[in-house]
C-alpha cells in the first residue's frame, strides 16, 4: 500500500512538471508573437504571469522534498526525484527569458521596427517544439528522442549567427539604429539559451534512464 501511494505521489509530481512544462512553452509564443506584432497588453500579460512559474517550481520543490522525506525511496526513485527538481529549475529559467523578452516589447512600444522579424519566430518555433519533444522525451523516457532533440540545437545556433550578423551590419551602416539592434541581439541570444536548457532537459533524461551523466551543450 504504501509503495501504491508513493507511486501516485510520484505520478502526481510528474504531472506538475508537465503542466509547468505547458505554461512555460505557452510563455515562450506569446512572447515572441506579442514582440512580432507590437502587442504591448500580451506583453503585460506575460510579465505578470511570471509568479504563476515561480509558485510552481517551489511547489514541486516541496513536494519533492517531502516524498523523500516521507517515504523509503529506491536509488531509481531517488534518481527520479532528483532529475524532476532540475529540470523544474531549467523551466523556470526558460520563464525568466520569456519575461525579460516581453520588457523589451514594452521598451519598444512606440518605435518602429528598423527590419521585419522574421528570423526570431523561426529561432523561436524551433525552440518552442525542442521543449514539447523533450518533455515527451523525458515522459517516455525516450534516449533517441532526448538526442534527436539536443541535435535542433545547431539549427538554433546557425539562425543566432545569422541574425547577429545581419544586426552587426546594420548597426555598422546606421548608427541610429543600435539600440533597437542590441535589443533584438538580446532576444536571440536568450532564445540561443533556452535551447541550452531544453538541451539540459534531454540530459538529465538520458541521466534518469541510463544513470550516466553526459553533456550535450559542446
Known sequence: MARKVFEANLQELHNDLIRMGSIVEKQIHDCIDALVTQDIEKAKKIMEDDDIVDVMEREIE???????????????????????TKIVT?????ADYAVDVAKITVRLKDEKYIKQLVDIPRMAEIVVLMIRDSLDAYVSGDIEKA????????????????????????????????NQATQFLF???????????????CEWTIYLVTGEKVNLNE
Open 187 to 201: 532576444i536571440c541570444k536568450w532564445l540561443e539559451r533556452i535551447a541550452d536548457h531544453t538541451t539540459n532537459i
Open 90 to 94: 531549467d523551466l523556470e529559467r526558460m
Open 147 to 178: 538526442y534527436a532533440v539536443c541535435k535542433r540545437d545547431d539549427e538554433v545556433d546557425d539562425i543566432y549567427k545569422e541574425v547577429f550578423g545581419e544586426l552587426l551590419r546594420i548597426m555598422f551602416e546606421n548608427q541610429k539604429t543600435v
Open 62 to 84: 516541496d513536494k519533492a522534498i517531502r516524498l523523500i522525506a516521507m517515504q523509503q525511496p529506491l536509488a531509481i526513485d531517488l534518481r527520479n526525484i532528483f532529475t524532476t
